[in-house]
């Protein structure tokens, strides 16, 4: 056997040993809950527009491909909101989470659909979100907290285009009064 010929069984040989040793990967979706509260301003487009509207609305989504804090993650949201209660919107789309020392950032884009004054109306919405989002080691639920910008642009006759600012607060935290209740009764 010539010498390229021994070197080149070597190194399929440590290839094939490599990927029989390494760990099997241990990525677990997180699933996380929240309350999104702020200020809006809608109607930008419109010719009564702008106006400051309270912002009320809820968000779930499901990351995949993250196996510790410091990685980043990929999957689907859902969410239900409001302006001012004028509205009700529900939409989705992808979600990707970037991990920024202690802190992360989710950058996620999707579609909706909007009711208000002018009927159902299809649209975009781009959210930026910034703040804790834990990676949970014993459960798939994570908890996250922090500031969020969402820009939301109306495809429909409306020429409804929204800037939202606000706080998303976990739905565990919101939970926890009433958890602690129960327990003190239970006892």
């Known amino acids: 056997m010539t010498r390229a010929m021994r070197a080149w069984a070597l190194g399929l040989a440590a290839f094939f040993a490599s990927t029989l040793a390494a760990d099997a990967a241990e990525a677990r979706p997180q699933v996380t809950s929240g309350l999104t509260m702020g200020g809006a301003f809608t109607d930008l487009r419109a010719d009564n527009g702008p106006r400051v509207a309270f912002h009320l609305g809820g968000r779930l989504d499901v990351l995949f491909l993250r196996e510790g804090p410091r990685d980043m993650a990929l999957g ?9 209660f004028d509205t009700f919107e529900t939409g989705g789309g992808l979600a990707w989470l970037v991990p920024v020392g202690s802190t992360a950032f ?82």
């Open 76 to 84: 689907p949201y859902v969410e239900l909101l409001t302006h001012a």
């Open 106 to 187: 989710v950058l996620s884009g999707g579609s909706f659909a909007r009711t208000s004054r002018f009927g159902w109306e299809p649209g975009v919405a781009g959210t930026l979100f910034w703040g804790s989002r834990s990676y949970n080691y014993h459960s798939t639920y994570a908890v996250g907290v922090g500031l969020f910008a969402q820009t939301r642009y109306g495809l429909g006759d409306g020429k409804q285009a929204d800037a939202v600012i606000g706080v998303q607060i976990d739905l565990q935290y919101l939970a926890l009064p009433f958890m602690l209740a129960y327990q003190a009764i239970a006892r």
